[in-house]
């Protein structure tokens, strides 16, 4: 009997050793997934375009003046390639799924937001992408290019039933989004933000109101402004999707230890001419005054003293202005004197206002055009510390002097009743007058913000005016698109030869693309 129980035991411990080579080597101590808010909270930080450098001199903010370190032409290479941001929101889906969540998620409701917003900055940039066959990883890596139209169209649908998915979040107080560096997992703010981008989308397809009729641009616009219980949009600054950037750990791209390349940067003649133009007063915030004009004796608060480089301009020439002190910078206090500047808008209220204005102002909805015009110049002049009326306290740097000062402190009365008051300013009414002064706003108050949105604007108004000449390169032209991305040219052949055939069978960065026509 004894040897029967021990002869059982053997067998027994026999059978608990059949474990597989895999089942061995499980660390249990090793995560084999990425947690759905951590997936997130990466797509969030991947949603900003850092200012100060190349986006900012396309859109003819800043230029540079020394071609050793960079230059202002337009040579464009290969548009973002924003797909692997778009398989983390497929598999920030699959994980929330894993973890148990409904099929109608935070997660899968925000992911539809990121599937519209990636594939539109893509097609903005390059024209024809792949979107209906793409992300299906091995199982089709020749994905075919879905023209523009089904493109944006697919994100607008997007939007919408992302739209449908948070209300029905909200109205059920689903608690269960984590991760959120931007609204502390608020589902009411995110509503705000995808219908606020569903008005920019509608606005960038202004050339096809009228001639693709299938997509209802104008019905669409004046749906959520007709239906705001439905279509939540931001009611103010505190509503803007924004990056807020902090010392240490996520400094803003200029600042007092970056200020070395500062001298290599000047203010481009695009803004700064039209803020002067326009005596705005936001001037003053923005840019320093011409060093060599001040230390000549011009007053640092005359804004004849503000005098911006010309982009298109030879490199040599915008050199000599610099050594001579003849071009201004942008404002060293408040860019250059700290780490945090000013936070950075990715979706902002101040944009909705005057695309508002600018869908009113085409007839696409009933409305008060120049109520949103006023509000979003006086949501911008808020931004930059511009009181309506009173004065203001603005800094300078001297030339010579280094960052740390000593600043010169001056005193500028402002009123925007004023201000507006001038025919240049006062808004024209719905006509093509009243438009331009829309169009020149909002690109005033795109200054060092929401990414490639103030070049998309000019592409497609021509507003305001951008400077061309031997400094931009491209046959003294400014590109109207991205190359595609350079891997598809080998690994999806056929597909990207197709795509090119509309640009005369080359990828050509002057070429038109479906939005422009």
Same mark, same amino acid.
């Given at each position: ?20 080579f895999d089942d061995l080597y499980v660390n249990n101590n090793k995560p084999i997934g990425v947690q759905a808010s951590l997936l997130f909270n990466g797509l969030l930080a991947g949603l900003v375009d850092a200012p100060g450098g190349q986006l900012d001199r ?177 009611t103010g600054m505190s509503d803007n999707l924004q990056y807020v950037w902090l010392n240490p750990t996520n400094k803003y791209p200029l600042n007092k230890e970056t200020f070395a390349n500062g001298s290599l940067n000047n203010s481009a003649s695009t803004y ?46 915008l050199a000599t202005q610099n050594g001579a002190g003849v071009i201004s910078y942008i404002n060293r206090w408040r860019y250059y004197s700290g780490y945090t500047a000013e936070n950075t808008f990715i979706i902002g209220y101040i944009e909705m206002c005057f ?19 006023? %509000?979003?110049?006086? /949501?911008?002049?808020?931004? *930059? #510390?511009?009181? =309506? ?7 300078? $740097? ?95 052949? %056929?597909?990207?030869? /197709?795509?090119?055939?509309? *640009? #005369?069978?080359? =990828? ?7 939005? $422009?026509?």
């Amino acid at each position: 009997m004894k040897k029967l129980i021990i002869f059982a035991a053997v067998i027994i411990g026999m059978s608990s050793c059949k474990k597989s080579f895999d089942d061995l080597y499980v660390n249990n101590n090793k995560p084999i997934g990425v947690q759905a808010s951590l997936l997130f909270n990466g797509l969030l930080a991947g949603l900003v375009d850092a200012p100060g450098g190349q986006l900012d001199r396309i859109s003819q903010y800043q230029l540079q003046n020394n071609s050793y370190f960079g230059n202002n032409q337009y040579n464009f290479g290969s548009g973002d390639n924003l797909y692997l941001n778009l398989t983390n929101v497929v598999n920030m889906e699959k994980q929330a799924l894993a973890a148990g969540a409904a099929p109608r998620n935070p997660y899968s409701a925000l992911g539809k937001f990121f599937r519209a917003y990636y594939f539109a900055k893509m097609s903005l940039e390059m024209g024809d992408i792949p979107m209906t066959e793409a992300l299906n990883g091995a199982a089709n890596l020749q994905p075919k290019y879905d023209d523009q139209k089904t493109v944006f169209s697919n994100c607008l649908n997007l939007l919408d039933s992302a739209n449908t998915d948070l209300a029905a979040l909200i109205a059920a107080n689903d608690r269960t989004l984590t991760g959120d560096m931007y609204f502390s997992n608020n589902l009411k703010q995110w509503q705000k933000v995808v219908n606020t981008y569903k008005l920019r989308l509608l606005i960038h397809l202004s050339k096809k109101a009228n001639s693709d009729e299938d997509l209802n641009i104008p019905a669409r616009f004046a749906a959520v402004l007709n239906d705001p219980a439905t279509y939540p949009i931001m009611t103010g600054m505190s509503d803007n999707l924004q990056y807020v950037w902090l010392n240490p750990t996520n400094k803003y791209p200029l600042n007092k230890e970056t200020f070395a390349n500062g001298s290599l940067n000047n203010s481009a003649s695009t803004y700064v001419g039209l803020l002067t133009t326009l005596k705005d007063p936001r001037v003053f915030v923005t840019t320093d005054p011409a060093p060599g004009v001040v230390s000549s004796g011009g007053s640092p608060t005359d804004f004849s003293s503000f005098k911006g480089g010309d982009i298109g301009a030879d490199m040599g020439v915008l050199a000599t202005q610099n050594g001579a002190g003849v071009i201004s910078y942008i404002n060293r206090w408040r860019y250059y004197s700290g780490y945090t500047a000013e936070n950075t808008f990715i979706i902002g209220y101040i944009e909705m206002c005057f695309n508002i204005a600018e869908g009113i102002n085409r007839g696409w909805a009933t409305g008060d055009a120049e109520a949103w015009y006023k %509000a979003g110049i006086k /949501a911008s002049w808020a931004f *930059y #510390g511009v009181p =309506d009326a009173g004065a203001m306290t603005v800094y300078s $740097l001297p030339l010579g002097v280094p960052v740390s000062g000593p600043y010169v402190q001056s005193t500028v009365n402002v009123n925007f009743d004023n201000y507006y008051a001038q025919s240049n300013v006062k808004y024209a009414g719905n006509n093509d007058a009243g438009l331009t002064e829309i169009l020149q706003q909002k690109y005033i108050a795109f200054f060092c913000n929401s990414g490639l949105e103030p070049y998309f604007n000019w592409r497609r108004t021509k507003v305001p005016a951008f400077s061309t000449g031997v400094g931009n390169g491209n046959n003294n032209m400014v590109a109207m698109r991205y190359k595609y991305l350079s891997q598809d040219q080998s690994a999806n052949t %056929a597909n990207y030869n /197709a795509a090119i055939v509309q *640009y #005369g069978n080359v =990828d050509d960065i002057n070429g038109i693309m479906w939005i $422009l026509k």
